[in-house]
């Protein structure tokens, strides 16, 4: 995630922090990096964990699925579990 938002939310480095979207959450670790850009995070997609914050959608053609973006909430986690 960006470092000021980041900073904003009251996080630091490597702190556990849970992710929720409106079809789940999971739990994950702050690695801040200015090429994030403010107001986005990045989660690496290939995590089954990451599938399940994303809306099911694929080209209707191709039928490659569309595991790239959804709003989420970012807060601080209670444990890392």
Do not use: W
């Given at each position: ?16 922090i849970t992710i ?36 099911w959608h694929a ?23």
């Open positions: 995630m960006h470092p000021g938002d980041a900073a904003a939310l009251g996080l630091t480095q490597g702190q556990y929720t979207s409106r079809r789940g959450s999971m739990n994950a670790r702050v690695q801040t990096g200015p090429s994030v850009s403010p107001g986005q995070i990045f989660v690496p997609m290939h995590d089954p964990a990451v599938n399940q914050l994303t809306l080209d209707p053609l191709s039928r490659q699925p569309s595991y790239k973006h959804c709003a989420v909430k970012i807060e601080a986690a209670a444990s890392p579990g």
